[in-house]
């Protein structure tokens, strides 16, 4: 199958595009296994509770950082060299999970997968650069499909190593297999990735250049953006400080406080990913049919009404009806607001702008995940949850003062 475009009936993923879903989905394979358990092994490994929220607001100040340095080299030094290379360590980084001993050596991996993140800028440009403008919203639909499928089984999977062979060790097995998988699917996408972006100038710069300038481009690039991009990143930063205040502890509180078995609980978040899967291309329709706002706003809307689900669920009937709500938002969420992203945003400021749309919601999230662990710890095991949902109504509001050109707004 060439990879110079790929539009079967229902997908469509041209290029490069096809390139970082094929790795992504392989490398995800293992990363299911640990990622719906990650607050748990560290809560194994000794981490105290409030700690978790600190490790987390570490990884996001520092990925917030990495991202600035790598909007600014997607749109200065271009995408594909920046993508294989941090693709590496990402996926590499599992491996210092496997050999952690003790709770402060979490600082390590933590750190590292954050400054890998310096690639996600030049890929999400390049997924953008690689897809029509008109045909996005099935794009991301497609791409998200395929990501998506091993989230269906690999969870239960993680469940299941961890009642064989307890917390730790059956996810340090999980992180191990997921650096072997995550490093063969990475040299894949190195040899089949193709450069999107080529800047006009390359000019050599010192260290101190390079600072200047990355501050420079970045605010630049801000100034330059729309009001609608600029309301994008208002509302991205107002549904992380949401997502920052309602997930850390989800796992926790429904394995420990709710004495769910892990499998139970691999098992709820492979049927949010297979709902999202299966809705995926019905909502894209959706939006190609009713317009991107009306779809962001609904997108958004689901947001909420699954965090109100979640905090009243009493048995495993509620769980499952939460589980299924946060397929139905994974669904309409990703063919809308990253479609919108992409077309509010120029090509030459996407890397940058990008970023941006990542980098403002990490700096925010930092005191909520550091509030989610002060709530969970010390004020209720539902209080985060409940402090979440205002943040989200209010990124639904956000959404509606768009304005964009054509009748289906």
Do not use: C
């Not at 748990?40 to 600190?54: N, Y």
């Not at 639909?141 to 064989?164: D, N």
């Not at 917390?167 to 699917?185: Q, W």
């Not at 890397?351 to 550091?370: C, D, E, H, K, N």
């Amino acid at each position: 199958m060439s990879t110079e475009g790929m539009r079967l009936r229902f997908l469509y993923l041209p290029g490069n595009a096809w390139v970082l879903a094929v790795s992504s989905a392989f490398w995800t394979v293992g990363g299911s296994i640990v990622n719906p358990y990650q607050s748990i092994f560290f809560e194994a490994i000794g981490t105290p509770l409030p700690f978790i929220g600190v490790l987390a607001a570490l990884s996001s100040v520092v990925t917030a950082i990495t991202y600035l340095v790598g909007g600014y080299i997607a749109d200065t030094w271009g995408r594909r060299k920046v993508i294989a290379v941090f693709s590496f360590v990402a996926a590499a980084n599992s491996f210092i999970y496997f050999f952690v001993k003790m709770w402060p050596e979490l600082f390590i991996p933590v750190t590292v997968g954050a400054i890998s993140g310096l690639y996600t800028p030049a890929f999400n440009a390049t997924l953008n650069d690689s897809m029509k403008a008109d045909l996005r919203p099935r794009g991301f639909a497609s791409f998200t499909i395929l990501t998506t499928i091993p989230s269906v089984f690999s969870p239960y999977i993680g469940g299941l190593l961890m009642q064989q062979f307890g917390d730790v060790e059956g996810l340090k097995i999980g992180f191990f297999v997921s650096g072997l998988l995550g490093v063969a699917s990475v040299t894949w996408r190195a040899l089949r990735l193709k450069e999107t972006f080529k800047p006009s100038r390359s000019d050599s710069l010192s260290l101190a250049q390079f600072v200047v300038g990355v501050i420079r481009h970045n605010a630049s690039a801000y100034r330059q953006a729309g009001s609608n991009a600029r309301k994008l990143i208002v509302y991205s930063a107002l549904s992380s400080v949401a997502t920052g205040l309602s997930t850390l502890y989800v796992s926790i509180y429904v394995i420990k406080g709710l004495n769910l078995p892990p499998t139970y609980y691999g098992l709820l978040t492979g049927l949010s990913a297979l709902t999202t899967i299966l809705l995926l291309l019905p909502a894209a329709s959706f939006v190609e049919r009713f317009g991107l706002k009306r779809a962001a706003v609904l997108s958004a809307l689901s947001s909420p009404l699954s965090m109100l689900v979640f905090v009243s669920a009493n048995g495993m009937n509620d769980l499952i009806a939460w589980s299924m709500t946060g397929g139905v938002s994974g669904a309409l969420t990703s063919p809308t607001i990253q479609s919108l992203q992409g077309n509010v945003v120029p090509a030459e400021l996407r890397g940058r702008l990008m970023a941006m749309f990542s980098v403002v919601p990490l700096l925010v999230s930092t005191p909520a995940q550091i509030a989610s662990g002060v709530l969970f710890t010390y004020v209720s095991r539902l209080a985060p949850f409940i402090v979440s949902i205002p943040f989200y109504a209010v990124s639904v509001y956000i959404l509606t003062t768009l304005r964009l050109d054509g009748s289906k707004n």
